[in-house]
């Protein structure tokens, strides 16, 4: 028998292996998440700022984390970054070491959001806080920040990768680039038995199903494209894409569907798939190695779009 790869043992060792799921309470859920996310990731790289602030979201205040790396220049560009869980699980401190590492390789402002989550505020309650937080950016909340509200990005992973594609499509024109991080695209098909050998990790066919009960107020609402902007029928003037991808992931053929519907609308792509990594390996930064070099090369890419 093959010995256990590094993030099947930091998945085993942490509880993460189908974290959502039937039969766990949200508060287990959110609970284990939150438990392993400084062990996963140590020593992430030290900021000039990372403070916690309120924002205005779509029916109140919202907490958010700004992150400042060393030598990022005044009236830069910022990315606002909603964190992956399903749209159930996650916050600010399960995401820090990964928007800390992003803001270091990127050298740019990163604003993490605590956006509302389900089941406590179903669909579309976390679309409309990305948007209205987006939109408090656009109008000055930006320059409020040290940022450029003319140079703004996107940025998510898994869940959160599919807010970042629905703040892209809703907002098209008003920002310069969308990193999707093994994005969660559409809740339409969650069943598909024919990627069994993808299951087990940190999401699964199992998983999206639960996701989809948590988080929709009815099946019919799986069809909006605010739910599945893979579905969006309009994709022309979209800003650039950085799609990062891992091979072992249930949501790999969806990412790939959007990459090429993003190339055919004429929109700058690039996706770029990590061999042998699980959904979410961004999150294991501080076990794995290939885990920080995805990190830096989309970072990278970002800052390009954003700094041109």
């Given at each position: ?18 974290l959502?799921?039937y ?14 996310a400084?062990l ?6 030290d ?24 030598g ?10 909603t ?5 159930v ?24 959001l605590?956006?509302?989550?389900a ?24 320059a ?20 970042a ?5 809703a907002?098209?024109?008003e920002?310069?680039?969308q990193?999707l ?13 024919r990627?069994k ?8 066919t199992?998983?999206l ?7 929709l ?13 893979l579905?969006?029928e309009?994709?022309?003037?979209l ?42 390996f ?7 190695p290939?885990a ?12 390009k779009?954003?700094n041109?």
């Amino acid at each position: 028998m093959s010995a256990a790869s590094p993030w099947q043992e930091a998945l085993t060792r942490f509880g993460l292996h189908d974290l959502i799921r039937y039969g766990r309470t949200v508060d287990s859920m959110r609970r284990t998440l939150l438990r392993a996310a400084p062990l996963t990731d140590r020593d992430p790289p030290d900021m000039a700022q990372a403070r916690d602030i309120a924002v205005p979201g779509a029916e109140g205040p919202l907490n958010a984390r700004l992150y400042v790396p060393h030598g990022a220049a005044e009236g830069g560009p910022l990315v606002l970054f909603t964190h992956g869980g399903g749209y159930v699980v996650g916050d600010l401190d399960t995401h820090d070491p990964l928007c800390r590492r992003l803001a270091h390789e990127g050298d740019f402002r990163v604003l993490a959001l605590d956006y509302r989550l389900a089941p406590e505020h179903r669909f579309p309650a976390a679309v409309e806080d990305a948007l209205a937080v987006f939109d408090w950016l656009r109008g000055g909340g930006a320059a409020e920040l040290g940022g450029d509200p003319a140079r703004l990005g996107v940025a998510g992973d898994s869940a959160g990768g599919g807010l970042a594609a629905v703040l892209a499509q809703a907002r098209r024109g008003e920002l310069r680039h969308q990193l999707l991080i093994y994005p969660l695209l559409q809740l339409v098909e969650t069943n598909d038995r024919r990627r069994k050998a993808l299951q087990g990790g940190l999401i699964s066919t199992a998983a999206l199903d639960a996701i989809r009960d948590l988080y929709l107020p009815d099946a019919d609402a799986a069809r909006d494209v605010r739910a599945s902007p893979l579905f969006a029928e309009d994709l022309a003037g979209l800003p650039p894409a950085f799609i990062a991808a891992s091979e072992l992931d249930p949501l790999l053929d969806e990412g790939a569907a959007y990459e090429a519907r993003l190339a055919a609308s004429g929109v700058p792509v690039t996706r770029a798939v990590v061999k042998a990594m699980p959904h979410g390996f961004w999150n294991l930064a501080g076990l794995i190695p290939a885990a920080r070099a995805s990190i830096a090369a989309a970072a990278r890419d970002a800052a390009k779009w954003l700094n041109g």
